[in-house]
């Protein structure tokens, strides 16, 4: 499957931007999507996860209460909503896809696909 990133930009903090991952293929419902970001000289950190079928939802403790993962397995489109916006979500903003049927987070190495990146910029 091959996933496209699109959304980022630049936003003053305090802010929101949605995130949009689409995916190629007839089989997007049965992989689990996550989010994931990097900045530069740092390691890849999850950000959110979501199940085949939306049901199960994880986040990293540092966006919880502030971003929202969702997906529309109809469009094969994952989002990623983020809102209350810091300088620290300040990364490259990655898509990702597991082909499972597990309802538990799915460690990072164990994502088949990725997208290219979006950056996102949050001004202070």
């Known amino acids: 499957v091959q996933l496209q990133a699109s959304g980022g930009g630049l936003v003053q903090a305090g802010g929101s931007l949605r995130l949009s991952c689409g995916a190629s293929?007839?089989?997007?419902?049965?992989?689990?999507m996550g989010w994931f970001r990097q900045v530069p000289g740092k390691e890849r950190e999850f950000v959110a996860h979501?199940?085949?079928?939306?049901?199960?939802?994880y986040y990293a403790d540092s966006v919880k209460g502030r971003f929202t993962i969702s997906r529309d397995n109809c469009k094969n489109t994952v989002y990623l909503q983020m809102n209350s916006l810091k300088t620290e979500d300040t990364a490259v903003y990655y898509c990702?896809?597991?082909?499972?049927?597990?309802?538990?987070?799915?460690?990072?190495?164990?994502?088949?696909?990725w997208g290219q990146g979006t950056l996102v910029t949050v001004s202070s």
């Open positions: 979501i199940t085949r079928s939306g049901g199960s939802r």
């Open positions: 990702a896809a597991v082909q499972t049927y597990r309802s538990d987070l799915i460690p990072s190495h164990e994502y088949d696909y």
């Open positions: 293929g007839r089989t997007f419902s049965s992989y689990a």
